[in-house]
């Protein structure tokens, strides 16, 4: 919320509704307001919730012989152009699966590429042998389409095709 100054004679955009207390002098009025907004629980006041993807992962039955259980499992999301850093990424074992996790701003890799930043990520699925972030010849990959960050109720990616 911004506030007027005192010797301002244009209010600013906050305060256009409290104008007509401020003309008339009113500032147990103000103070009322104040006291209201401060006293309401930190939900009512809060901003909407940061975004977060609920992802089922599955593995298609005809590459179930190539996953060995001690493989690495990375889920993450990026961005469908720009950086191809995931912006949310969680790491498992293939034996995991099938699985569901969130992606979040808590899952970023860095603070300042964070998926409540972006309107629509691309979900991958990827079980690499090696444990290495980069995709290897070999690696299995599974993706989704473009979802949107927000009112995605549940991203579904199946892996289903090997890296060549």
């Known amino acids: 919320m911004t506030c007027t100054p005192w010797l301002s004679t244009q209010p600013l955009p906050a305060t256009r509704l409290l104008a007509p207390l401020l003309r008339h002098g009113a500032v147990i009025g103000l103070l009322l307001v104040a006291t209201l907004l401060l006293s309401l629980p930190d939900t009512a006041r809060a901003e909407s ?19 060995r259980p ?27 699966l099938p699985t569901t996790v969130t992606l979040d701003d808590s899952s970023a890799m860095m603070p300042n590429l964070r998926l409540s930043a972006f309107e629509e990520v691309l979900v991958m699925a ?29 991203v579904e990616v199946q892996i289903g095709e090997q890296v060549p």
Do not use: H, W
């Not at 977060?52 to 590459?63: C, G, K, N």
């Not at 961005?79 to 293939?94: D, Q, T």
């Not at 990827?126 to 549940?154: E, H, K, Y």
């Open 49 to 67: 919730p940061a975004p977060a993807l609920r992802v089922s992962v599955s593995l298609a039955e005809s590459l179930r012989e190539r996953a």
């Open 70 to 96: 001690d493989d690495t499992l990375f889920i993450y999301a990026r961005a469908p152009a720009g950086p191809r850093m995931p912006l949310a990424i969680v790491r498992l074992k293939a034996a995991d």
């Open 126 to 154: 990827r079980i690499s042998r090696s444990g290495d972030a980069m995709t290897r010849s070999g690696d299995l990959l599974g993706s989704s389409g473009p979802v949107p960050v927000r009112n995605s109720p549940q």
